[in-house]
């Protein structure tokens, strides 16, 4: 720890992360933000999951948490206390990671050019789901991983970066996916820090 007196560094961005599962980008962009020059810090982890194993692993690094099943809610009520979660928090931007909830348009619309999400392909390619599995049968020489900005149409929003990740001869989806979290959990941390320092943001 430096011995200095509270930071003087500039003011960071406040982000809050909505996971469903592992959480391991989620991880990623937590760990990202506690190295030196970061331009966020991570505000919240909310989940639609109580037993999301990312949200344990938060409590743990000491992030506020919020948990909120959304069986026997509607989406807009179960949205509107995602929200209300971020707005508590302080978050100026939301991160998806592995959030498997469409969120409502409103939503959407209030926080547009303001969230982002990481999607297991190289879009436009293989939006929606089994990203890996159609993309060997499909016999593409790479698959990936892009974060982009989250618009009403799913997968769609502007692109903000990529990264390629090879296929192997013989690959299989679970073998595809396991590589290309490892470049997510780099893409991710670089592409939301260059996001929130972009000119005029
Ligand atoms: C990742 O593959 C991400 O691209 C997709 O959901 C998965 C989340 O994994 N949107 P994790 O919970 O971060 O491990």
């Given at each position: 720890m430096p011995e200095t007196g509270p930071e003087t560094g500039p003011e960071k961005a406040k982000v809050a992360i909505f996971i469903s599962g592992s959480g391991t980008n989620m991880a990623a962009l937590l760990d990202a933000s506690r190295l030196d020059g970061c331009p966020y810090e991570i505000v919240l982890i909310a989940s639609n999951n109580p037993q999301a194993a990312g949200l344990a692993l938060a409590r743990a690094e000491g992030i506020t948490t919020f948990a909120l099943s959304h069986k026997g809610m509607t989406r807009a009520e179960h949205d509107a206390a995602m929200e209300g979660a971020a707005h508590a928090a302080g978050a100026q931007y939301i991160a998806l990671a592995g959030y498997m909830r469409i969120l409502s348009d409103g939503f959407v619309t209030r926080w547009q050019g303001r969230m982002l999400n990481i999607h297991p392909s190289l879009l436009p390619r293989y939006k929606g789901l089994d990203t890996h599995a159609r993309a060997i049968a499909a016999g593409d020489s790479h698959g990936g991983a892009t974060v982009h900005l989250v618009t009403p149409e799913l997968d769609s929003?502007?692109?903000?970066?990529?990264?390629?990740?090879?296929?192997?001869?013989?690959?299989?989806?679970?073998a595809l996916a396991e590589r290309v979290k490892l470049a997510e959990h780099q893409l991710y941390p670089r592409a939301l820090a260059a996001y929130v320092s972009r000119a005029g943001g």
């Open positions: 929003g502007l692109i903000l970066d990529q990264v390629e990740v090879a296929v192997l001869p013989d690959d299989t989806p679970e």
